[in-house]
Structure formats: structure tokens, C-alpha cells
């Protein structure tokens, strides 16, 4: 059973690496030097469809929360996969703990707006040492629909 356990983790801890390390999405700005994890600067909404008939889709830049989370692609490969087992899981959980949803995604029409809320375990978040910042919603105007 714990063989099981640790096989499992350490896919998981390889995963992230991966997605971390390799893994394209979006391109922000990261800035591990502050210690703080903005998960809302990783945040975007696309809108589509007829004006009064639009749809909202949320997208997550989650290798961007990931790499800023670790402190950057310099300590993501001062990680040993095996040595370093239980900080990468503590950041596969703080990761895997983070929800969004939006108040509004259907029969949208252009200068409408949406709100974005993020929610995450805290105590997973502080296991790991992320300090997640204090904003918790963000507001996107609807925008380029027909």
C-alpha cells in the first residue's frame, strides 16, 4: 500500500516538474522575488458569441502559478525528484486546492462585466510555504462580441 503511495506521489511530483518546466499557456510576468503568488495575475477571460447571447470562458495560466509558487525555473531545478518528495507534494496539494468560478458566463453583451473568484486551501497553501496574495476576485469587462 505505501509503495502504491509513492509511486503515485512521485508521478505527481514528476508531473509538475514537467508542466513547470516545459509546458507552454500563457507567458506573464513572474515575479518570485516578492514571496507572494498572485493566482488572479494568472487569470484571463475569453469572450465569444453574438452581442446579449455571449459566452465567458475562464482560462488559467496554472505552469505560471506552479513556477512562481516554487520561486522560479532556478530552484525547479535545484529539485531532486526523489529528495525533495514531500516539498513537491506539499505544492502539488496547494496547487490542486485552487477553484475558480464566475459569477456570469452566458447571455453576456459587450461592456457587461464578470467577476472571477479564486478560492484555495489555506492550510495547504501554508504547508507549502506559498503565500498566496490577499486579492480574491478580479472584474473583466465583456468585450469583442458580434
Request: with cysteine; glycine share 10%; hydrophobic share 40%.
Amino acid at each position: 500500500m505505501i509503495h502504491r503511495k509513492f509511486i503515485a506521489v512521485t508521478i505527481a511530483a514528476a508531473l509538475l516538474i514537467g508542466t513547470i518546466t516545459g509546458c507552454g499557456g500563457q507567458k506573464n510576468q513572474i515575479d518570485t522575488t516578492d514571496g507572494v503568488t498572485n493566482i488572479l495575475d494568472y487569470v484571463t477571460v475569453d469572450f465569444s458569441g453574438k452581442d446579449g447571447e455571449g459566452t465567458a470562458y475562464v482560462n488559467v495560466d496554472y505552469d505560471g502559478i506552479e513556477l512562481e509558487m516554487v520561486g522560479g525555473e532556478e530552484k525547479i531545478k535545484d529539485l531532486d525528484e526523489v529528495d525533495d518528495l514531500a516539498a513537491l507534494t506539499k505544492y502539488i496539494n496547494a496547487v490542486s486546492s485552487i477553484s475558480f468560478s464566475i459569477d456570469k458566463n452566458e447571455g453576456l453583451s459587450n461592456k457587461d462585466e464578470v467577476t472571477v473568484t479564486v478560492t484555495y486551501d489555506s492550510t495547504a497553501a501554508e504547508a507549502a510555504g506559498v503565500v498566496f496574495g490577499s486579492q480574491k476576485s478580479k472584474t473583466f469587462e465583456v468585450k469583442g462580441l458580434k
